[in-house]
């Protein structure tokens, strides 16, 4: 979201947002001298609190959430996705106390527009309501911009956000993304919704996942396992990840459901009661395996509702997922022979390129034969992702 705040010093409004490089900020409007500095501050904090409303109809959209019968989740979310078009009356026009009752919107959006609205009213400057007006259709455009997919300008605070839904037009582009590096590239984090890339990196880490199979003899699903006694990885998320693929889910389903469940848990929720139960039963067990040796302490011992970080799941998801294709290559690298590889062939020694590698030191050798046990892994991951394209969305 943006965040507003009051420069004393200049009298000016700002607003502030990250793009996944840094924070970017601008300024808004000057503000009347000699106000109450606590006046201002609440004008900054109602702007603040519109643009967390405005952005979690992004991350929180009624199409996750299953049904949109009335009064269900979808419904209550589809309703404060269509308050957008209300905002700037109510801002405008906002409700004011009368017989000592005020009336209070349902929408958290609505009303932060209308404690905006009362904001302006009680310092009175036309020309910063006019700027501040302008401002909240500049942030509600950033929302627009980013569902469909668009995260130019401001809406490239996107890049922060965890949203249950993945836009086709930025899978699209982490997938172009994923194409020209394999591996990963920098531009995932600061272009690309990370749900999005995500989803992107979910099919090309299976795809890594198989040629890493070819090569080991191992299943496509334990690669990843394996590839942690090699490096230290994270290989849980991953392998979780490369399981539900291989039972059948899209990475499209597979990423979104992790990131949902995520959500829930940092919004309060319990999203599963039934798979919390089995995990508990688990825990049982481990416990009393752990008690069984002396000195274990109780509160060493915690129980994770989420195999991702609840305050910045689908970014975290992305980077172990990015791990598990480095893994993938890893354990390519340690069962590929690309001494069988070069031009002349096993049975046709090259001597004058043999005396040429002899003749190299070991560190500039070495870094050659990584290079290119890279280059052939990337190569032959293009080659199975783009066999596999259909199961992208």
Not at 233 to 246: A, F, K, Q, R
Request: aromatic residues 4%.
């Amino acid at each position: 979201m943006t965040r507003y705040s009051i420069d004393p010093r200049r009298n000016e409004l700002i607003a502030a947002w990250g793009t996944g490089e840094g924070e970017l900020a601008t300024r808004i409007a000057d503000l009347p001298a000699g106000r109450d500095t606590g006046t201002l501050l609440r004008l900054a904090r109602a702007l603040t609190q519109l643009s967390d409303a405005a952005w979690r109809t992004y991350t929180h959209p009624a199409s996750a959430a299953g049904s949109l019968e009335p009064n269900s989740e979808g419904w209550r979310r589809e309703q404060e996705r269509n308050a957008f078009g209300a905002v700037a009356e109510a801002v405008a026009a906002p409700n004011l106390p009368a017989g000592g009752m005020l009336a209070v919107s349902y929408s958290p959006l609505l009303e932060s527009a209308h404690r905006l609205g009362r904001a302006l009213r009680t310092i009175d400057e036309p020309e910063l309501a006019k700027a501040v007006l302008a401002e909240t259709v500049a942030e509600l455009t950033a929302v627009e911009g980013a569902e469909l997919g668009d995260l130019t300008g401001r809406a490239q605070q996107a890049v922060l956000l965890s949203r249950e839904d993945a836009s086709p037009v930025q899978v699209a582009a982490a997938d172009l993304l994923f194409a020209q590096d394999p591996f990963g590239s920098a531009a995932l984090f600061s272009d690309i919704d990370p749900t999005a890339a995500a989803v992107a990196a979910a099919h090309w880490l299976a795809a890594a996942a198989e040629v890493a199979a070819e090569a080991s003899g191992h299943e496509a699903t334990t690669v990843v396992l394996e590839a942690g006694t090699i490096e230290a990885l994270p290989h849980e998320t991953p392998t979780l990840v490369l399981e539900l693929l291989d039972a059948g889910h899209t990475p499209y389903d597979a990423v979104t459901g992790l990131v949902r469940h995520a959500l829930h848990i940092a919004d309060g929720l319990l999203p599963d009661p039934a798979g919390l139960r089995e995990q508990l039963e688990d825990l049982d067990d481990a416990l009393a395996a752990e008690f069984a040796d002396e000195g274990t302490d109780p509160e060493d011992i915690g129980l994770r509702l989420t195999p991702l970080d609840p305050k910045r799941p689908a970014r975290d998801l992305l980077e172990d997922l990015l791990s598990g294709i480095h893994g993938c290559w890893l354990l390519h690298d340690e069962h590929d022979d690309l001494d069988d590889l070069d031009e002349g062939g096993p049975d046709t020694p090259d001597e004058e390129h043999d005396e040429e590698r002899a003749e190299e030191p070991d560190d500039d050798r070495a870094e050659q034969q990584q290079d290119r046990s890279r280059e052939r892994f990337a190569r032959l991951l293009r080659e199975t992702a783009a066999r596999h394209r259909d199961r992208l969305m």
